[in-house]
Structures are given as C-alpha cells and as structure tokens.
C-alpha cells in the first residue's frame, strides 16, 4: 500500500505539477484512508471495493467529520484510483459510485474598502518585522496572489522599475503588475531590510521569517491572524478573503472579469460567485481603496460596465 501511495505522490508532483498544498491535502486524506482500511478492512488497495470506500464515509460522518470534508476524501480517493487504472493496478474506479455529500457553499467574507485600509495599516513601520509584515499584506493584497505563490517568490521574481512580479503555480508562470503603494513598500523592504534578516546570504527567498529563513504558510497565517486581532475587525480574515476581496473591490471599480481571472491565475472567481454577494447586500462599498482605482487606470482593467458583465 506504501509503494502504490508513493508512486501516486510522485506522479502529482512531476506529472500534474500539483502545488505543495494539494500535494499535502491528498496525501494526507490518503493516509487517513489507509489507516482506516488497516484497521476495519486490512486489504491491499486494489481490492477495495465501493462498499469498502461507502463505509468509509459513513465511518467518517460518525466521527462528525464536515460534509465538505468528506467530500474532498472521496475527491482525493477517486483521483487515486484514477492513477490506479491508468497504470493497470486496477480494472475500474471503485470510488466512481461513492454519492458525494451535499456540501454547503459558503462564499468568502469580503472586506470593506475601510476593512482593507484599516488592516493594511496594522503592521507598524518601525522594525525589520513590521516593515518585511506591510510589504507582504501590501503585495497579496496588490496582486491577488494565493499564499502558496506568495511564500514561494524569490528575489528575482520581483521586478521594481517595471512594477510586476512573477508567479508560478502548478508549473505555470503569469506577470501580475502592482501599483505604486506595493512597489513602494517592497522596495523598502528588498533594499533596507530583508538583507539584515537574512541568515544566509545565498538565501533566495523574498520573504523570510526572523530567522532569516523562508517564511512558511503557518507563520505566514498567525502574521494575518495577528494583525486582524490588533484591527478589531469581526470578520474572519484569511489570506484567501484578501484575495476575493482583491477580484470583488476591481471588478466594483470597473475592471472587466476576464483580466482578473488571468491576474488570478484561476477562473475561481465566477461572475455568478460575484454577482450572488453582491446581491445578498453585502457590506462593502462602491469606494474601494484608491490603490484599487490606480491600479485599473495605470493596467488598463476596464471593460464593461459592472452590471453588464455581471449578467452575462
């Protein structure tokens, strides 16, 4: 079962190009399945069947696991099977029948042009940490970037006098251009301080922590916990909530939504998505931050009118 789980690993990581967190979330709902077959149903993996995989999401949801979930651990098992029949271990998906649970959809929350500046202005500029804690707030927010792709740049992916940087992710690469707040912030930080954090200076990492090493997801997610807490804003922030907030706050201010899903590197943002919260009343507003306003006159965003490209 190791060496086939293995094999697997190894196939999302060369072949598909999986990123390092869909790696990890199927691997771990993977291993989680094999400690569950060892237990109640000790068998090789090719001879699960769909009663096997169908008692499993039952086990799960008497274990008060989520529907959503359960949901990824059937989507993760089926795609292990997939691989399984390809590379002729087995004749047919058992996890093809497996009913899916009914999860509900939960929209991000989406913050206010207030909630946006109010947190961007919480890391204070006083220090190595608060000047490297702005410029990176300030960038995932410029560019919509997911964390993985953030905590991933180097130092050459940044270029300062044409105000872009470069972002990779499942081996694909895309220039994000960045208004003059997030340039002016990463400059600070790329000429006067990331060099006194560095532990090592072969390091290439943009951003690193106070030991001078590449800033990981978790720390990287208490930083923006952090910063919610000192902000006072009720909403649960996450970087994921920047980043929809960064496609909602352009495509209120004009920009049409096809450029902001190839900025997103994803079609993750849909116009019924959009369109759904915005008719639910959510509250944000029309005046977003004027950094958003810069950005679509100085890129050229603009494409039909809100409510037009919204209904199409």
């Known amino acids: 079962m190791a060496d086939l789980l293995a094999q697997y690993e190894e196939y999302l990581a060369t072949e598909k190009h999986a990123s390092q967190n869909t790696l990890s979330s ?66 047919a998906n058992p996890a093809k029948g497996v009913a899916a649970v009914k999860v509900e959809h939960k929209f991000p929350e989406i913050l206010t042009g207030k909630e946006v500046e109010l947190f961007l202005d919480q890391p204070q500029c006083v220090d190595a940490k608060g000047y490297r804690d702005h410029a990176m707030l300030e960038l995932l927010y410029a560019t919509g970037i997911r964390v993985s792709e953030l905590i991933s740049l180097n130092e050459e992916d940044v270029s300062l006098s044409a105000s872009f940087i470069r972002a990779q992710s499942k081996g694909k690469e895309r220039i994000i251009p960045l208004y003059p707040a997030a340039v002016k912030a990463l400059s600070h930080y790329m000429k006067e301080v990331r060099p006194q954090l560095l532990a090592d200076p072969e390091e290439t990492a943009l951003f690193v922590n106070m030991n001078g090493e590449r800033m990981s997801r978790q720390g990287f997610w208490k930083i923006v916990k952090h910063y919610q807490e000192t902000a006072g804003i009720s909403k649960d922030i996450t970087p994921h909530t920047l980043r929809h907030s960064f496609a909602v706050h352009l495509l209120e201010n004009g920009a049409d939504l096809r450029s902001i899903q190839e900025m997103l590197g994803h079609a993750d943002i849909s116009s019924t998505q959009i369109r759904e919260q915005i008719q639910k009343g959510l509250p944000f507003e029309r005046l977003v931050p004027q950094a958003v306003a810069d950005y679509i006159h100085e890129h050229g965003l603009y494409g039909a009118k809100t409510g037009m490209e919204l209904n199409r």
């Open 26 to 91: 199927y691997m771990r709902d993977l291993h989680q399945f094999a400690v569950y077959l060892d237990e109640f149903h000790p068998m090789p993996l090719p001879q699960v069947t769909q009663e096997v995989i169908s008692g499993y999401v039952a086990w799960m949801g008497g274990k008060g696991k989520s529907a959503a979930t359960i949901t990824r651990s059937i989507a993760s098992i089926k795609s292990l099977y997939t691989y399984l029949q390809m590379t002729g271990e087995v004749s």
